[in-house]
């Protein structure tokens, strides 16, 4: 089970909570992937998220990264830093 405390944190208070709550369903989903199952995954959801009218500012998308990489260790948040550069790449 995954660590859902993150949705709790104050940062995220003007962010609409259907997008907080598609974002726990995504964290549930990827629980069981691999690293290299995660960008062709991420992409897709973001994707369907437009298709259903759901987009994130750079602020709101900025403000959650930041909130997530809390109490990580630095691997970790290397990992998503890589993530996130690529999927500006993809744009």
């Known amino acids: 089970m995954s660590d859902t405390s ?9 962010i ?7 974002l726990m369903s995504m964290s549930e989903q990827t629980a069981d992937k691999k690293q290299n199952e995660l960008l062709p995954f991420l992409m ?3 994707s369907q ?18 909130v997530l990489k809390m109490g990580k260790s630095p691997e970790e948040i290397a990992k998503m830093e890589k993530i996130r550069t690529m999927m500006k790449l993809l744009k």
């Open 44 to 46: 897709a959801a973001a």
């Open 49 to 66: 998220s437009r298709s259903n009218g759901m987009t994130f500012s750079p602020d709101e998308t900025d403000t959650i990264i930041e």
């Open 16 to 22: 609409d909570p259907a997008k907080l709550q598609m």
């Open 6 to 14: 993150w949705m709790n944190n104050p940062n995220l208070k003007n």
